[in-house]
């Protein structure tokens, strides 16, 4: 659910990969699958049609997370989601220079994880940490290494950064670039540095 361009998807079994938008679908390398095109509210797929949906860095997408999370069951026995809350997330260094970013409707609907838990009859819930050398270039991958939000082909690969407006990126880039050629991000937050991975509120459910 919320295929994108197909980064996330298992390599091994028989996958169906759903994705609402164009843009995403037309990015998808030729060595994954296709996509239907359909949002996770409105699925054209049988009852009990997959053992497993996974839904990975979707969720806050949604404009209906009650009818999503429904059809999700209706079409799998099981759910795997990831994702991330939002109650931690908010207390990442990167909210100081981009504030702006919890303004954007996506962010404003994001769900906790309690929010998605009460949907299900049970949810298991595991902590995803983040490497200090994670490669994948999502919002929180670049936790430890700060002078890489400085790059705006980064920026472009992290949702919550790239639907801002260019002022909020130019504040944004021009404060984090003061601070680190000060040293002033050393200083509150210079141990980051030092650890090999880091709660920044990535969760993996597991849900039936």
Same mark, same amino acid.
Request: aromatic share 10%; net charge negative; with cysteine.
């Given at each position: ?9 298992p @390599? ?6 759903v994705?609402?938008?164009?843009a ?5 390398p ?5 996509a239907?095109?359909?949002? #996770? +509210? &409105? ?14 860095? @979707?969720l806050?997408?949604?404009l209906?997370? =009650?009818?999503?999370? =429904? ?9 795997v ?16 220079y ?5 303004d ?7 769900p906790?994880?309690? @929010? ?15 490497p200090? @050398? /994670?490669s994948?270039?999502? /919002?929180?991958?670049?936790?430890s ?6 790059? =705006? &082909?980064?920026?472009?690969?992290? #949702? ?9 990126? &130019?504040r ?5 670039g +003061?601070?680190?050629?000060?040293g002033?991000?050393?200083? /509150?937050?210079?141990r980051l540095?030092?650890?090999e =991975? ?8 597991? /849900?039936?």
């Amino acid at each position: 659910m919320g295929a994108g361009t197909g980064n996330y998807e298992p @390599t091994e079994g028989f996958v169906v990969a759903v994705e609402p938008s164009w843009a995403m679908i037309a990015q998808r390398p030729p060595d994954v699958s296709g996509a239907v095109r359909a949002v #996770s +509210e &409105r699925l054209s797929f049988s009852n009990g049609s997959f053992d497993v949906a996974l839904a990975t860095f @979707t969720l806050h997408h949604w404009l209906d997370l =009650a009818g999503g999370l =429904a059809e999700l069951h209706r079409v799998a026995d099981r759910q795997v989601i990831v994702m991330s809350d939002p109650v931690i997330g908010r207390n990442f260094w990167l909210a100081e220079y981009f504030p702006e970013m919890f303004d954007l409707e996506s962010e404003q609907r994001a769900p906790t994880v309690a @929010t998605v838990a009460v949907h299900f009859s049970h949810v298991d819930v595991e902590v995803l940490e983040v490497p200090s @050398t /994670c490669s994948d270039g999502f /919002c929180g991958a670049y936790w430890s290494r700060p002078e890489a939000d400085l790059d =705006a &082909r980064v920026r472009m690969g992290i #949702s919550s950064l790239a639907q801002l407006s260019p002022g909020a990126i &130019r504040r944004g880039v021009q404060r984090l670039g +003061e601070d680190l050629g000060s040293g002033r991000w050393d200083t /509150c937050h210079g141990r980051l540095r030092t650890l090999e =991975a880091y709660d920044l509120g990535y969760r993996l459910l597991t /849900c039936s």
